[in-house]
């Protein structure tokens, strides 16, 4: 990266600032793993630095990571940072990057949200944490992985939300940062996990919320959290 930021004029600060987010690109990705989101090299994560998308590599073991395998492309999916090629999903990052306000992405093959994804063409609203994903999630019709119409499925479900799944396949969020994106990745999870425990119990149906408890819980959220 050092060579790269030196042979293409970019500020030290700049430089750091790609370093640090290479390093939450790839604790993000060991995360992932560690908490059963994804399966060996399945799943993917980026976060963008200006124009430039740094990403995990196509087919490599995230333990195997280190600073000197940082993969960084171009909006318009030019590598100009590492040798490795990128995830072979590289459309559908760069394809949400050019289209929302995104500064990371992880998408995973989440158990219970890719169970769901077979099931049903949006996640049924049995949590108020759905608002915090800007309402009831979309599942993006099947489409061949790498594709650009996958891409473009993508952004159809992800139309004024946070997230989406992948029917047969898993599930994308974005946010501001890597941890605002994981978060919602796990509450994705989650929702979907509920669901699919509520729904087997026989005999009964799960009550979902209706669109104005969604906006009441969406006006609360909005003031949620703080800095430590």
């Known amino acids: 990266m050092r060579q790269y930021a030196k042979a293409a004029g970019i500020s030290e600060d700049v430089r750091e600032r790609m370093e640090q987010t290479w390093a939450d690109v790839v604790g993000t990705a060991r995360r992932s793993t560690a908490d059963g989101l994804v399966v060996g090299t399945s799943g993917n994560v980026s976060a963008r630095v200006g124009d430039v998308v740094l990403v995990t590599p196509s087919g490599v073991p995230y333990d195997r990571l280190g600073p000197e395998d940082a993969v960084g492309v171009t909006l318009d999916g030019r590598r100009v940072i590492g040798e490795l090629a990128p995830t072979s999903e590289l459309p559908m990052h760069l394809a949400v990057y050019r289209t929302t306000d995104a500064a990371a992405i992880v998408h995973t093959h989440a158990v219970h949200a890719t169970a769901v994804s077979t099931l049903v063409t949006e996640v049924p609203p ?17 489409a061949l992985y790498g594709s650009d119409e996958l891409a473009e499925g993508v952004l159809r479900a992800l139309d004024g939300r946070t997230g989406c ?64």
């Open 165 to 228: 799944l992948l029917q047969n396949h898993g599930t994308l969020t974005h946010g501001a940062t890597l941890d605002q994106a994981y978060d919602r990745t796990a509450q994705l999870e989650w929702m979907c996990r509920v669901w699919l425990t509520a729904s087997a119990v026989p005999g009964h149906t799960p009550s979902l919320l209706p669109p104005a408890r969604l906006t009441e819980a969406a006006d609360k959220l909005r003031g949620y959290g703080q800095t430590p």
């Open 126 to 142: 049995i949590h108020y944490m759905t608002a915090a994903l800007g309402g009831p999630v979309r599942v993006a019709p099947y």
